[in-house]
Structure formats: C-alpha cells, structure tokens
C-alpha cells in the first residue's frame, strides 16, 4: 500500500495545489490514500467545513490537525460529523474530537494514524 503523506496546506494556495497535483500524482505512483495536515486550510487559521468539503474533492482522505485546531468554529462540528479528522492527541480534559484514529480503507486494509 502507498500512502501520501501531505505536510501542512495552507490556505488557497495550498487548496489549489491539492486539485492541481493530489489525482496525477496518484494516478502516476499508485497512490492508494492520502494523509494531509490541515489545520492551516483556512489561511492559517484552521479548517472550515468549504475546505474540508473542498480538500475532500482534491483527493485527500484524511486530515491531521495541530496547534491551530481551533481557529475556526467550523472544527467541533467536523469533528463531531466526520470520522476522518483528529486533532493532537495531547489534548487533554474535555475537548472535542479525537486524538487517533484506526480507520479501514477502500481495500480492506487497516491504517493507525
């Protein structure tokens, strides 16, 4: 299995290079599921359900999120709705979301992120 592992995309730019880059790339390497860290999406502030829902359609299956989690409002409610979204796992006490995850891809195999 062959795993895309994106380092932080940050806000348009970062968007666009996903649609430009994320399907040939896949398409040429074998690329079987894309991981990408996100809590930068929305111009440096976070993730918003448009670029969750945006990042989505370019591909990625997966997202990661660090110390800029919770700049946008739109994160809980991801989190709560989606279950491909973590936020750190050094959060502690009652915060939203969850730190890890083991999720089944198309083909059957299970992935520890």
Do not use: Q
């Amino acid at each position: 299995m062959k795993i895309l592992c994106i380092g932080d995309i940050v806000s348009r730019t970062g968007r666009d290079m996903l649609f430009r880059y994320v399907d040939e790339l896949k398409y040429k390497t074998g690329i079987d599921f894309v991981i990408a860290n996100a809590e930068n999406s929305n111009h440096g502030r976070g993730m918003t359900r448009r670029c969750y829902d945006e990042m989505v359609r370019a591909g990625v299956d997966f997202f990661t999120l660090g110390n800029h989690t919770w700049g946008a409002k739109d994160i809980i409610g991801i989190m709560e709705n989606e279950d491909n979204v973590i936020r750190p796992l050094n959060y502690f006490g009652n915060v939203p979301g969850s730190g890890s995850a083991i999720i089944r891809t198309e083909s059957g195999i299970r992935i520890g992120i």
